[in-house]
């Protein structure tokens, strides 16, 4: 992937933020940003072991049992609902559908996400885990074997007005299978910045600005990855955040799949209805 979104490269290689997200569980989204060597980031680091997707021996699992672990930042243990006093109030199943150019225009299923809400009083937390299929999105006759597609980025919309934002993962729990990957960091952005080996954890404002509307969940999800860390399906991914009581309602377009070249594959994004306290 030659092109802008990769330009981040040039403001250098940074360590860890020394702020970064450090507690289990929950980890509220600075509405301002978190404050990083060089600036402001909208990002807070949760589970970056296995170099976002680039160590081909995967990443280290949260864990909480006996001791705990370094690795559990924004993670909870798999209990479902996912804080005492929420109940389940939404869930569906939806296809993840390709349509564009590389698809010859022709609707291609590359995967699934169970989209579901949960729900105490004034407080909603929103979830999706996304399972992707074993099917080749390029049906160009000059693309040979199977292209598939790789979820780098996971965005949810409406939550702009709100008030404080938290996110959480789910590493094992109701979903597909027990092989999940893990979450890398999230952020209240619409722009996804693709991570390369040695880049900061945290892209700074000017690169990825804040938009209090959507949050951005940093995975790597593919049915097989190009660079060995195959992981088709994802932990749960919850945002928890203000809503009404009201039954909650789908609106086009909420959920946001991006692959984003981490292997030089090309820029795609597909989007799905979903569950929103607003329309984004």
């Not at 699992?61 to 924004?74: I, K, L, Q, R, S």
């Not at 390709?98 to 407080?123: C, E, S």
């Amino acid at each position: 992937m030659k092109n802008s979104l990769i330009c981040h490269a040039a403001v250098g290689v940074f360590l860890l933020a020394s702020n970064h997200a450090s507690a289990t569980g929950f980890v509220r989204l600075p509405a301002s940003g978190s404050d990083v060597e060089g600036g402001k980031s909208a990002y807070v680091s949760c589970n970056i072991t296995g170099d976002f997707g680039s160590d081909p021996n995967g990443s280290i699992p949260p864990t909480f049992e006996p001791d705990g672990g370094a690795n559990n930042t924004c993670a909870l243990p798999g209990a479902t609902p996912p804080l005492e006093g929420f109940k389940a109030v939404a869930r569906t199943v939806r296809d993840i559908v390709m349509n564009n150019a590389y698809t010859l225009n022709q609707p291609v299923k590359v995967g699934t996400v169970i989209d579901k809400v949960w729900r105490k009083g004034t407080q909603c937390i929103y979830g999706a885990k996304i399972r992707l299929d074993n099917v080749d999105y390029d049906l160009r006759a000059s693309e040979p074997g199977k292209q598939y597609f790789e979820v780098n980025d996971f965005l949810r919309g409406g939550f702009r007005g709100l008030g404080p934002i938290s996110v959480a993962y789910v590493h094992t729990e109701e979903g597909f299978t027990a092989s999940d990957e893990v979450l890398y960091r999230a952020g209240l952005t619409s722009t996804s910045v693709v991570n390369f080996p040695g880049d900061p954890a945290q892209p700074l404002t000017d690169l990825a600005p804040i938009n209090r509307n959507w949050v951005d969940f940093t995975s790597d999800i593919n049915f097989l990855d190009d660079d060995g860390s195959s992981f088709r399906d994802s932990p749960w991914f919850l945002v928890k955040s203000a809503c009404s009581d009201a039954a909650p309602v789908s609106s086009p377009n909420v959920l946001r799949f991006r692959q984003m070249g981490q292997e030089d594959q090309p820029l795609i994004e597909v989007k799905v209805r979903g569950f929103a306290p607003e329309q984004p």
